[in-house]
């Protein structure tokens, strides 16, 4: 996330865009106002209406502007073309969508905050920025998904998935760590449980199928 000071001189509406871009990912949107935003750019409240009619379109500006900067780096999907293994590919997969997401720890938390407070307004500007990052990635991983190699048959969603993970990494981290790791440990500790419960749901399968057998 860009600082307040580092947008100061470009201009009024870069000055209201980087301190709204600052409290909404500290407060959320609900626990922001335009006054505040007004104060920390050094405007009138009116001046924000006079660019964005309603504080809903500015959020949206603002995740938009932070969207713009996601990219993709290509030797992390070469690496995911060079994996050996549906187990690599997975890790390497999470890698590359990590390091594309996670370092902009201001853009996780406006998303994480407008899955809960806007719904269906962000869907155009998630489907808008991270389509191609879904579609380009979601590729690399059609010859697995379709060998039957990773347990989704469907690459988008297995891409989705990732996506979710990191996004969400914070909450799943308290859940499954309470050390602060970052995504790439909590991925792991995730994956490390779903296969302990997939153990047990079909130790006890295999149980339940005896008894009934006998």
Known sequence: MKSFSSLGRG??????LASAAELFADYGYSGVGTRDIASRAGVNE??????YPRKRDLYLAVLDAELQQVKLRGDL????????DSQTVLARTF??????????PGLLRLMQYSTLELGEDIDPLLRKHLGQLVEVVARYLEPWTGAGQLRATNAK???LALIAIVVNYRSLERLFLFDGSGPEVVFKAYADFCAISSHRSASIAETASGSFRS
């Not at 201009?11 to 209201?16: K, L, P, S």
């Not at 999907?77 to 050996?84: F, P, S």
């Open 95 to 104: 890698e590359l969508i990590a390091a594309t997401l996670a370092h902009r």
């Open 46 to 51: 009116v001046t924000i209406y006079r660019h």
């Open 11 to 16: 201009g009024t509406q870069a000055r209201i």
């Open 157 to 159: 969603a297995v891409v």
């Open 77 to 84: 999907l070469a690496g995911i073309a060079d994996a050996g």
